[in-house]
């Protein structure tokens, strides 16, 4: 006998429990989530629907979805988009999935003097993946020149697609780089960068859905997670205007470690603050005059 037709709250109830006996972490919000893109609206305006009986077009996509999460793709990628700040990006395969604390990192670079200046600060970020850093700051900047630059040729074809979804490709340039020491000496004003941090030892044992589905190069910071810093700090120095600021995101052990390297290539004003949850999260300094 065929299967009775069920409602979209049912569905979303069949998910949850079948995402919760794959282990799945969140499977309520993860199949609400799913429910919502399909029926092109915020989780929280699902309630409208909950009564609908959705056609089988539907059901099968939302079917897809939850196979695709239940063998451990992130629900990012199956969404395909995911907001960060004030924009909503594609993320897939090519880069990292921007995560909620890296918003903070960008209101450091925000509520900063060289952000504040007059004219057109040069403000460049490292390792920009989907240019969630980078293109944020194009958008709540009164001015500047915005240049995002990554080692990965695929992170930068998602990040052009992204301003071009954003509507910001005429305002910020990408570029592939190792670091940033292209720049003339003393010329950046602010230089952010959320680079990978992990060591490699750790990102061997997290979680599958980030280890076997994020690219390893948007993750693996070297032995002791600190490797890009290093070079990324010499580079600093070198193309930092006097008074440029750096913002960097770091790993939540790495404050101390961070602290010293800061003060130790000569910057001033360094300081490691803490993201909401109350872990050390960023390390910022600015280039001695
Ligand atoms: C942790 S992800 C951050 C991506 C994005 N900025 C964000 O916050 O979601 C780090 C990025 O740095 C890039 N990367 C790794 N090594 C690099 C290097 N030596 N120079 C430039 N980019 C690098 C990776 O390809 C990746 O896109």
Redesign the pocket.
Known sequence: MAEAPKKLSELIALSDAFLARCKIPNPRVVSELLAARLFKCGRLDLYRYADTVPDTRVVDALRRGVQRVAKGEPVQYVLGQWDFRKLTLKVDRR?????PE?EQLVDLVLKSAQAKQAGKPLVV??????G??ILSLASEMRDGVFVG????PD?LSLARENAALTGLEGRVMFAE???CGEFDPASVDVLVS????IPSHVVDGLEPHIRDHE?R???DGGADGLD?YR?LLLDAVMVLKPGGGVFL?IGDEQGPAMREMLEEYGFADVSVIRDYSGKDRFAVGTQSV
């Open positions: 880069a990292l999935i921007p995560r890296t970020d490292v390792g920009t993946g989907t969630c850093i630059l990554d080692l990965s992170a780089s190792d670091g959320n680079p990978p941090y690219p190069m948007a993750l890009i070079s995101e």
